[in-house]
């Protein structure tokens, strides 16, 4: 029987609904272990620090000064409510609840990261690796490797006041809906885009409940393949991520992409709010200045249905790259 991840609400804020889904997801040797992702390097040039919070100078001494508070001291330390922690300079989600683990070191440590959220450097000390915010490069502690004291054999070991707690109930993630030929492709790209926390393979478009691939690919079920992104609206952005989606097919090609024929594989954007929809054709028009003549569809977004489990981080378990999506790039 083919495991189905539970569809999601119809809005571009997610929140505890996505949230909860998320935890279904068996722990992901999928991203973190998956090749460089791109612009790993801290953005501390980026326009939005004007809305950075205002720190205190104890945060400030940690935070920016690269310093440590005392062990036992954090209010984050022995804590098991569940929820996302993000970095307290900027905001960017950091660590899921369901990471953290009871280390008896003094500080509060967590086994896995939001992929790309973390950015490793090598410490000052020449000995240890610092970890730093990937969105601002606040300083938020170390990572050690080795000890043995989770099954990832990892412990970030982190400040407590490099972080802010946000219960699940209060999460909210971006959401957006990309068909650009071949799933496994369009999805290798996403999941590999800073802020993006996770990338899921699916049919949306069409008139059938419960697709199947056989179905979508036998029968007239009016869906595409198509890619779910959930992404940290701090790190990210609808626009920036819509950019890539373009890069990384052909917005010219009607009713296919490469090779792959048929409707199923049509270049579409779901959009989930105005927003959404005024930022694609915006996107497009662009492209139409450039000389492109884009066919990509954008329509209003129904239920998004996950494809079956095979069909999930296809290259990534395959440890592969694709062979049906390469990014060019378009925007500078
Ligand atoms: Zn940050």
Redesign the pocket.
């Known amino acids: 029987m083919r495991r189905r991840l539970a569809p999601l609400c119809l809005t571009a804020a997610v929140g505890l609904c996505a949230w909860l889904a998320a935890q279904d997801q068996p722990a992901s040797p999928k991203k973190s272990d998956s090749p460089q992702r791109e612009g790993g390097a801290p953005m501390a040039d980026a326009p939005e620090q004007a809305h950075w919070q205002q720190l205190t100078p104890e945060e400030e001494r940690v935070i920016v000064g690269k310093g440590t508070e005392a062990p036992f001291t954090g209010e984050y330390t022995d804590t098991n409510d569940e929820g996302v922690y993000t ?1 307290r ?4 989600m950091l660590y899921r609840s369901t990471d953290k683990f009871h280390s008896g070191c003094g500080w509060p440590a967590f086994d896995d990261e939001i992929p790309g959220a973390v950015t490793r450097l090598p410490d000052a000390d020449g000995r240890r690796t610092e970890i730093v ?1 990937a ?4 300083h938020l502690g170390h990572v050690f490797t080795g000890e043995r004291l989770t099954n990832k054999n990892v412990r970030h070991c982190v400040n407590s006041i490099s972080m802010r707690f946000v219960p699940a109930a209060d999460v909210k993630f971006g959401r957006a809906i990309f068909a650009g030929g071949c799933f496994w492709g369009v999805e290798y790209w996403m999941e590999r885009q800073p802020g993006v926390v996770r990338a899921t393979s699916g049919y949306t478009g069409g008139h059938l409940d419960n697709p199947s691939y056989e179905d979508l690919h036998h029968r007239d079920t009016g869906h595409a393949e198509a890619v779910e992104v959930l992404y940290d609206p701090v790190a990210t952005s609808f626009e920036a991520l819509a950019k890539v989606f373009f890069e990384i097919h052909d917005p010219t090609q009607a009713n296919g992409q490469g090779p792959d024929i048929g409707p199923e594989y049509r270049s579409a954007i779901f959009y989930l709010d105005d927003e959404q929809k005024a930022t694609a054709e915006r996107l497009i028009a662009e492209l139409e200045t450039k000389g492109l003549a884009v066919v990509t569809e954008v329509v209003p977004a129904g239920i998004f249905w996950p494809a079956e489990e095979y069909h999930q981080d296809y290259f990534t378990l395959r440890k592969t790259t694709p062979t049906c999506h390469f990014r060019r790039h378009v925007w500078e």
Not at 89 to 92: D, F, L, P, S, T
């Open positions: 970095c300079r900027c905001g960017a915010c969105h601002c490069g606040g």
